[in-house]
């Protein structure tokens, strides 16, 4: 460490020192942040190389690789922040092909002006998500644009993961017949990013859902080898998700509006705004689709992890020429649950 | 058009003309300009973040007492004899 | 949720549409018009069609207020954000709206323009409070349910002495456009389109009360019951209408008695009285001019009139060639009578303004109603 000490006589002000160029200009304050911030909270032998890349070995298996851009306003919100967010969006989306995540890159655009406090209490949020998911951070990037040219932060986060042996979980294997399943109560991260926007003041105990769900899905897996498709419902939520897989798939789905989890929070902040739950942004939530006979014994296995103590078999795959998602209303009426069109914008009329 | 839900006043701040309301777990700060004589407790009808009128409590079970009413009607008509036994 | 869930439950909507069943007369048709774009919504939402009887027939109206907004008045709200530099606040209903050249708010926003979403008008004065040196226009539109949280905001803003803000009113008025569609040739003319009993408005009946309709069921000799925007409102209503068309009465009838009195929200319409006075006429998308229609701000609050402080030019702008919507509007027409509907007009791509708002008879035809015809087509042929 006093060797450290030499190389950047004064440690990073992190408490009110800002963002400038020079921490994106490949001198000696982009070293220094780079060692005093990042290499410090995600702490690991393949980062601590310095090199840039990392090299490491894979296991035999399919290879699962999936990137996903962080942008989010406000950038801390109730139940998480971009730091984790970043972390469980791109641990999702390896783990709906099944895999194991092994690790994770990732990419920091800064904005000049950006402060540092922000920027470490994002950096160990995320550390923090690394390390309770067992799934290092082993390489990264850092940008800086000119004020006014970013949004505080953007997050790039890339994983890797290997797919068990019999395990192939696709978009299009959907069938006839199979159940439709939801890991837990839909909305919650929408609703909670909605209520922190300045102009949309309503106040609500909701937090964001934000989770990873790869140990969910290997216990799900390992119970269940032929899962037919995975897929976590984030923007566009559920609706427009289901309506991806119908697409994919060349099916119709038809769902029961009673058996779908909403929280009373979510239901209530949706009649305030006009607004869906069926389209709200899920960020620790994921749809099953398998064949009847496995509905069951998956819907057990969900429930058994705290992450999907709330599953439901909400609906089934049905043969459809228009692949309409169908939902038969708590009234007792039926409707057409489409994609999202657009934004979800607060309606007053 | 116009939505409005109906909400629940949990706060009246009577400087500022305004309140808080409750929907269920949700808690919104509202206008009650255009609304008489409001007490905490009272259901209100919020539009556009004011309060438009008061829920009068006894009409809301008189209608709701007129959807039982009409299978009562029904029961009746299909009853043996009119149905008055 | 106390008020919402009670008026939801399955339970109740079967014995209402039991009894509804039980009394409709086989023998003819009841074409009931939903004036409101919310008793559109819910019929669509919950799926309340599948509930009635098949001679009983929703013919949605022109109660959208974003659907009527004609083209030429977002061209003035265009032209207000771009040419005049203002901070253009209006709700969220506003902004995909398509005005000429198929530009929306949302797309001038893009561009650069200074718009932006309010919740309310309280919003859209504390943007103007904490931008003293910017013009905020507030781009205000809507029915009596909407109008007198503006009348309290231009009340504010010269109480606060607050000197950039100012209102583009588009406030419109729901009796005269009822009675409109019942004057209209099409609706007049026995054998074309009947329209055999209204559902009154909810929610502007608040403020109004249901006295104004007392006209229109003499005049016309159509019964109007109020009734409120949940599912069982709506089939307890409908109800009510057929009843009244059962044994020939025309009355106005109140099924949403526990928001709604005879004289409404009298507080409100003090304050809608003093600060607007009508207009001697207004266009309306698919209804064209009509008289005594619409609101403008009093001379007294002159200050905050938008069209005083700014050279708002009248525009006469077309709706898109082919666009069925002024006919949809009146209840002549179904959206699927329309030859651009679900192929170039989607919600995505909206040629029409019934196709924008979710309200509007399109817009929820394509999101919720579709696969009825379908089913209708294939039962047909089988």
């Known amino acids: 460490m006093s060797v450290k000490a030499k190389r950047f006589p004064q440690r990073l ?91 994770l890159s990732s990419g920091f655009i800064l904005e000049e002006g950006f402060p540092l406090a922000d920027l470490e209490r994002i950096v160990i949020s995320m550390a923090a998500a690394a390390k309770r998911a067992g799934v290092p951070v082993v390489t990264g990037d850092t940008k800086v644009v000119e004020r006014g040219k970013g949004d505080g932060v953007f997050i790039t986060t890339t994983g890797v993961g290997i797919v068990p042996k019999g395990v192939n979980i696709s978009g299009d294997r959907a069938r006839p017949g199979d159940a439709i399943l939801v890991s837990g109560s839909i909305g919650d991260h929408g609703v909670a990013i909605m209520s922190s926007r300045e102009n949309l003041t309503f106040e609500t105990t909701i937090e964001s859902d934000s989770a990873a769900l790869h140990k969910l899905v290997a216990s799900m897996v390992e119970a269940v080898p032929d899962i037919h498709c995975l897929r976590d419902p984030t923007r566009g939520g559920l609706a427009t998700t289901l309506n991806e897989l119908a697409l994919q798939s ?59 103590a709330e599953a439901a078999i909400i609906g089934e795959v049905i043969e459809d020429a228009h692949g309409f998602v169908r939902m038969q209303t708590g009234f007792g009426g039926s409707r057409v649950v489409d994609w999202l069109t657009g934004e979800q914008l607060p309606r007053i009329c | ?74 029961e009746l008509a299909a009853a043996p004899g009119g149905g008055a036994t | ?50 509930l009635m009887p ?32 203002v901070i253009l606040c209006t709700y969220g209903d506003m902004l995909r709206v398509p005005g000429s050249g ?73 009796p ?74 025309h009355d106005v009838e109140n099924e949403y008695t526990r928001v709604v009195s005879r004289d409404g929200n009298r507080k409100a319409k003090a304050l809608v009285a003093e600060v607007f006075e009508l207009r001697r006429s207004f266009e309306w998308r698919g209804l064209g001019l009509v008289p005594y229609s619409a609101l403008r701000i009093k001379s007294a609050y002159a200050g905050f009139d938008t069209e005083k402080r700014f050279d708002v030019p009248a525009i006469q702008a077309s709706d ?15 959206p699927t009578d329309c030859k651009l509907f679900g192929t170039v007009c989607t919600p995505e791509n909206p040629m029409g303004s019934c196709m924008v708002s979710s309200e509007g008879a399109c817009a929820a035809y394509w999101t919720y109603g579709r696969f009825r015809d379908q089913a209708t087509a294939r039962e047909a042929s089988a």
Not at chain 1, 38 to 66: E, I, K, Y
């Open chain 3, 102 to 174: 198929r530009k929306s708010l949302l797309k001038i926003k893009a561009e650069g323009a200074d718009v932006r979403m309010v919740y309310s008008t309280q919003d859209a004065l504390k943007i103007a409070r904490d931008n003293p040196g910017r013009e905020v226009v507030f781009f205000a539109i809507g029915f009596e349910t909407t109008t007198p949280p503006t009348a309290v905001a231009i009340r504010q803003a010269q109480a606060e002495g607050l000197k950039n803000f100012s209102v583009f009113c588009n406030h419109v008025l729901t």
């Open chain 3, 1 to 50: 949720m106390k008020y919402v869930d009670e008026f939801r439950r399955q339970d109740l909507a079967k014995k209402v549409s039991r009894a509804i069943h039980n009394e409709v007369d086989r023998g003819r048709r009841y074409n009931l018009m939903e004036f409101c774009g919310g008793h559109t919504h819910a019929i669509f939402r919950y799926g309340v069609q599948d």
């Open chain 2, 1 to 74: 058009m116009c939505l409005a839900i109906p909400a629940q006043v949990v706060e009246i701040d009577d400087v500022s003309d305004s309140g808080t309301v409750a929907l269920g777990p949700v808690r919104k700060r509202i206008s009650l300009a255009l609304v008489d004589d409001v007490s905490v407790g009272d259901f209100v009808l919020i539009h556009v973040g004011y309060a438009l009128n008061k829920i009068s409590p006894e009409e809301a079970e008189r209608t709701l007492a007129l959807f039982g009413e009409a299978e009562l009607v029904e």
């Open chain 3, 176 to 249: 005269a456009a009822i009675q409109n569609i019942l004057e209209s040739p099409e609706v007049r003319e026995i054998g074309s389109v009947l329209i055999d009993g209204f559902f009154g408005p909810s929610h502007v009946s608040s403020v109004i009360g249901s006295q104004p309709y007392e006209f229109f069921a003499e005049e016309f000799q159509r019964p109007v019951v109020i009734a409120g925007f949940e599912p069982l409102d709506v089939m307890q209503s409908a109800l009510m209408l057929i009843r009244q068309l059962n044994e020939g009465r």
């Open chain 1, 13 to 103: 002000n992190i408490r009110s020192g800002t963002i400038d160029m020079t921490h994106g200009s490949g001198g000696r304050a982009m070293a220094q942040l780079i060692e005093e911030l990042f290499v410090t909270h995600f702490d690991n032998d393949l980062l601590r190389q310095a090199n840039d890349q990392a090299a490491f070995d894979v296991p035999a298996g399919r290879l699962v690789m999936s990137t996903d851009g962080h942008v989010i306003s406000p950038l801390f919100f109730p139940g998480g922040d971009i730091g984790s967010l970043s972390v469980h969006g791109t641990l999702n989306d390896v783990a709906m092909a099944g895999a194991r995540p092994l690790y």
């Open chain 1, 250 to 308: 060349g099916v119709g789905m038809q769902l029961t509006e009673d058996a779908i989890p909403v929280r009373p929070a979510v239901s209530a902040a949706c009649e305030l705004l006009g607004l869906d739950p069926l389209y709200i942004a899920n960020e620790g939530k994921l749809i099953c689709i398998c064949a009847p006979a496995d509905a069951q014994r998956l819907l057990a296995v969900m429930r058994a992890d705290p992450l999907g």
């Open chain 3, 54 to 85: 098949d001679n009983v027939r929703f013919v949605h109206g022109p109660g959208c207020p974003v659907c009527v907004l004609p083209v030429g008045r977002i061209d003035n709200a265009i032209q207000l954000a771009q040419q005049h530099d």
């Open chain 3, 320 to 334: 898109v060639k082919g666009c069925e919507c002024p006919s949809i509007l009146r209840g002549v027409k179904k």
